[in-house]
């Protein structure tokens, strides 16, 4: 892992994931969390205030050393116990069945082997077990998959291996059965090429 990967990175986007209606996002995603816990790319913990007291605990996953350090703070100030792992979605350390929720928040974008991590999630999840999530994706307007597929190996370089253009629902479809999915534009009345990563996918999921 590179410093830019280490260092930059995780500074750039604890600040531009902080913000006011990221917070609302985070808090209607989580609102049916409880029990065991397992959240994948954790980052810097701005998770955290929003989980409701139906949590006992929370395992946190994350590959990047440089995220883990910054989320230190959120994690001591925590009323919800969290364990934190610096490893990978791709291969979990954890038995079958092992939690009542799972949850990623603009997460799936980023891992190289997304279907394995899926799978991985599936398989630790207790049956009849929640996934929640939230994740920008491929936009339903062709014009703007366009733009998302022009710019998508810059935005890979850029944002640390950031995808803009995975169909989550297709994704998600064969790992969970979906209880609810939102589908929805952030500037729907953007110009085109800024539409590139606004398009959201919000829902549950049940083993």
């Given at each position: 892992m590179g410093l830019y990967s280490r260092y930059i990175v995780p500074r750039l986007l604890n600040r531009a994931m902080a913000g006011e209606m990221f917070q609302e996002w985070r808090a209607q995603t989580l609102v049916g969390a409880k029990g065991e816990v397992l959240e994948i790319g954790f980052g810097s913990g701005?998770?955290?205030p929003h989980y409701p007291a139906e949590v006992s605990r929370?395992?946190?996953a994350d590959p990047n050393p440089g995220m883990g350090k910054l989320a230190q703070k959120r994690i001591k100030a925590s009323a919800i116990p969290v364990?934190?792992?610096i490893i990978s979605g791709e291969k979990l350390p954890f038995e079958d069945n092992?939690?009542?929720?799972?949850v990623s928040t603009w997460t799936l974008c980023s891992i190289p082997k997304v279907e394995q991590a899926l799978g991985?999630?599936?398989r630790v999840l207790k049956p009849g077990g929640q996934f929640l999530f939230i994740?920008?994706?491929l936009n339903p307007n062709p014009k703007v998959q366009r733009w998302q597929n022009r710019l998508?190996?810059?935005q890979k370089t850029v944002a640390d291996g950031c995808n803009l253009n995975r169909n989550m629902r297709a994704l998600i479809e064969p790992y969970f059965q979906l209880q609810t999915l939102k589908e929805f534009n952030?500037?729907?009345n953007a110009p085109t090429m800024f539409q590139v990563a606004d398009y959201m996918y919000q829902g549950v999921g049940v083993k």
């Open positions: 701005l998770n955290l929370i395992t946190a364990e934190h792992h092992s939690f009542d929720t799972v991985e999630l599936r994740e920008h994706g998508n190996p810059l952030v500037a729907e």
